[in-house]
């Protein structure tokens, strides 16, 4: 059965740094896209970030690109996103979702769908003061 757990989220106030963590369980596919998504309330849910497992290619959205950065851990079979330089505009639920993958360019240019992503985690609140 597979399963994704995150952990990792809190308060924190601006300009300050959070981890997040998704350990992954029963997967036996040869190669994943992994994605970080975000809810704010009243709006869309976003991908902010994917990493295709095959060849650690990262893809990230344009309002976390180069403050946050996503990661994997084969030997804890988890996936991090480290969040730097925190801002009020990042306070979400954060998610972790999954997806067997066989176009890893796919994957890491963003494109995978919020519905492609077969496997998803509880989600963890994120909340930045200022």
């Known amino acids: 059965q597979v399963q994704l757990v995150e952990s990792g989220g809190g308060s924190v106030q601006a300009g300050g740094s959070v981890t997040l963590s998704c350990a992954a369980s029963?997967?036996?596919?040869?190669?994943?896209?992994f994605g970080w998504w975000r809810q704010a309330p009243g709006k869309e849910r976003e991908q902010i970030a994917a990493?295709?497992?095959?060849?650690?290619?990262?893809y990230y959205a344009n309002s976390v690109k180069g403050r946050f950065t996503i990661s994997q851990d084969n030997a804890k079979n988890t996936v991090y996103l480290q969040m730097n330089s925190l801002k009020p505009d990042d306070t979400a639920m954060y998610y972790c979702?999954?997806?067997?993958?066989?176009?890893?360019?796919?994957?890491?240019?963003?494109?995978?769908?919020?519905?492609?992503?077969?496997?998803w985690g509880q989600g963890t609140q994120v909340t930045v003061s200022s």
């Open positions: 979702a999954a997806v067997e993958e066989n176009n890893g360019a796919y994957c890491s240019g963003g494109y995978r769908h919020l519905r492609e992503y077969g496997y």
């Open positions: 029963g997967f036996t596919y040869d190669s994943y896209c």
């Open positions: 990493l295709y497992t095959g060849t650690d290619s990262t």
